[in-house]
């Protein structure tokens, strides 16, 4: 699996020893990602950042709402969805889902753009790097966990049952 960040927090303290966070969300996002040497090109409210994978390059986006201390970290699957496979891709999604504890994954069934969501909900929160790299971090190794199901889903060779089976059973062999 792909460690997208090394531990390295520089925390600051307040007065009472509580972490102080002087910069914005997504500065800090930023800095995290600059950590693991990844492409980072910084556009308003959005980090677009490309990184390498055992699938290839992934092209991720880093998106906060700093008023309402949100963050949120997608990553893109390499192709759109065509147009025959979108039902049953979204049943491979759901499928998935269902069995996710952290993060989802969403496709626009009108264009069938696919990505996996990560994120924080950092309002009144004291936190540090690590909240980013554990997001960020879950957010690749399912992406790449699930990968091979979802183009073989997205290509015809296997139906949403058969793709996903084919994932568990690997895991299941792993695990031994």
């Known amino acids: ?12 303290k307040d007065e009472n020893g509580e972490l102080r966070t002087e910069k914005g969300i997504l500065n800090q996002a930023e800095y995290r990602i600059k950590l693991c040497n990844a492409d980072v090109k910084n556009e308003k409210d959005i980090l ?14 880093a998106h906060a709402r700093e008023d309402a201390g949100q963050f949120a970290f997608y990553s893109r699957f390499p192709s759109y969805v065509d147009i025959e496979h979108r039902p049953e891709m979204l049943n491979l999604l759901s499928r998935i889902n269902y ?6 994954f969403e496709m626009d069934p009108s264009d069938g753009e696919l990505n996996f969501k990560t994120s924080l909900d ?25 990968m091979s199901a979802i ?18 059973s690997k895991d299941a062999m792993v695990a031994v």
Do not use: H
Request: hydrophobic share 35%; aromatic share 6%; with cysteine.
């Open 1 to 12: 699996m792909t460690e997208l960040i090394i531990e390295s927090d520089d925390k600051e």
């Open 99 to 104: 069995r996710l504890m952290i993060g989802n």
């Open 151 to 168: 183009y073989s889903v997205n290509s015809g060779e296997l139906d949403s049952i058969d793709a996903m089976e084919t994932v568990l």
């Open 122 to 146: 950092l309002a009144g929160a004291n936190y540090d790097g690590k909240l980013f790299d554990n997001c960020m971090n879950k957010n690749i190794e399912t992406m790449q966990r699930w």
């Open 48 to 61: 677009r950042v490309r990184m390498n994978s055992r699938f290839g390059p992934l092209q991720c986006i």
